[in-house]
């Protein structure tokens, strides 16, 4: 098989499939609460294997120490903020930051500044099955 007949097996093989695409999908504020966690999409068993959240904290809002039994990214999309790992000492984060979470850590995130943090939250599962260590606060979820 020539690499042309390689490339255009695979592509076909991968156009089996509608992608899906998401449109308009941030600037949720949080109404009355501290926190809004929005999903935007959920996994499926067949084809997505991952959950994507919209994660947006008010000013000096924390998220309290919880654990999820998978691998949570979080992509700090504007303001600032600091994570805990297992009790251990914060760790400041930014726009543009990236924080790769494993399975089963306890962590804790909070907002260091005086304007709105938003970051995507990737989830390796879904759902989340979030475990709370602390009271959670008050948040809005928000199905997609």
């Known amino acids: 098989m020539t690499v042309a007949e390689t490339k255009?097996?695979?592509s076909v093989g991968l156009c089996t499939q509608t992608m899906p695409?998401?449109?308009n999908q941030f600037d949720?504020?949080?109404a009355d609460t501290?926190?809004?966690?929005r999903t935007i999409f959920k996994a499926d068993s067949k084809n997505t294997p991952c959950s994507?959240?919209?994660?947006?904290l008010v000013a000096h809002a924390i998220i309290p120490?919880?654990?999820h039994w998978v691998t949570e990214i979080l992509i700090c999309l504007s303001g600032t903020a600091e994570c805990s790992f297992n009790g251990a000492a914060a760790e400041a984060y930014a726009a543009g930051s990236v924080v790769v979470i494993p399975p089963n850590t306890p962590h804790t995130i909070r907002n260091t500044g005086d304007a709105l943090l938003r970051q995507l939250s990737f989830l390796a599962g879904d759902p989340p099955d979030t475990r709370w260590l602390q009271t959670p606060?008050?948040?809005d979820h928000i199905a997609p």
């Not at 994507?52 to 947006?56: C, T």
Request: charged share 15%.
């Open 8 to 10: 255009e097996s695979f």
């Open 52 to 56: 994507l959240h919209e994660n947006v």
């Open 137 to 139: 606060g008050s948040v």
């Open 34 to 37: 501290e926190r809004v966690f």
């Open 65 to 67: 120490l919880h654990v």
């Open 28 to 30: 949720t504020l949080p």
């Open 21 to 23: 695409i998401y449109h």
